[in-house]
């Protein structure tokens, strides 16, 4: 491994394992995307061998379902248990409103699915992704039926907006749902709640990779070389 990751993994590796031990016995479980959520997973099939946890848990993308089965995890749906306990979740930035970018790896429509879902939603993180105002890549999931338009009211949004290719397919990222992603380009974001509701409005978008609305139940797990930092939003306000 190249040295310069070395104290990245660790720091994700702290964050998901200090998430995996606020899981108690017989919760359902969201369980997001992402290499720290994949950190979560492995420390919750420990506690479930080594304590005997009863545990469901609610995959967000068809990548999340192997890693558990992997980990002998058992799944259920969001159908089957529409009341989540705790979901866990990793995030691209995290503001000081404990607003965020999220969806980077295109699954962004079910992990809100499953933090709309849940009473409590914890957002793993390195601390570097902790930021004072947002920007950079949002993602948009979109239906592939009238593609241009869409991108169209959104360079109105004030993006750069590019439909995101396969890396190892010719042709776009097809989401689990079946849908393209585009990756929007933003400068920093000013309004990201106004933002949020402003893209949600343009006819195609399923959703998009802000999440502005879970500040409330949201506690986040930044982790730096030596520590965690826990931060919800009674630690913010005055």
């Known amino acids: 491994m190249d040295e310069t990751a070395q104290p990245l993994t660790a720091a994700k590796r702290q964050a998901g394992y200090h998430a995996a031990n606020l899981v108690e016995d017989g919760m359902v ?3 997001g995307t992402g290499s720290t959520v994949y950190f979560m997973i492995e420390r919750l099939s420990s506690r479930l061998k080594g304590e005997k946890l009863s545990v469901l848990g609610i995959p967000t993308s068809y990548q999340t379902a192997i890693r558990a089965r992997e980990y002998g995890i058992p799944l259920t749906t969001l159908d089957d248990h529409p009341v989540i306990d705790i979901a866990i979740d990793g995030a691209d930035q995290v503001d000081f409103g404990l607003r965020m970018i999220k969806g980077r790896g295109g699954a962004h429509t ?5 933090a709309a879902a849940a009473s409590r939603f914890i957002v793993v993180i390195d601390e570097q992704k902790l930021v004072p ?3 950079g890549v949002v993602p948009v999931e979109i239906i592939p039926f009238g593609v241009r338009p869409a991108m169209n009211q959104l360079r109105g949004l004030g993006c750069l907006p590019a439909i995101r290719e396969g890396g ?4 776009p990222v097809i989401s689990d749902n079946g849908n393209f992603i585009i990756d929007c380009k933003f400068p920093e974001i000013e309004n990201p709640v106004e933002l949020e509701m402003a893209i949600a409005k343009i006819p195609g978008i399923v959703e998009s990779g802000l999440f502005t609305g ?23 306000l005055p």
């Not at 079910?110 to 499953?114: A, N």
């Not at 190892?168 to 042709?171: A, C, E, F, N, Q």
């Not at 879970?214 to 913010?236: Q, Y």
């Open 29 to 31: 479980v969201g369980l």
């Open 110 to 114: 079910r992990e809100k699915c499953v």
């Open 133 to 135: 105002r947002l920007g």
């Open 168 to 171: 190892k397919k010719d042709g």
């Open 214 to 236: 879970f500040s409330g139940i949201a506690t986040v797990i930044a982790a730096g070389e030596k520590k965690c930092k826990i931060l919800s939003l009674t630690d913010i």
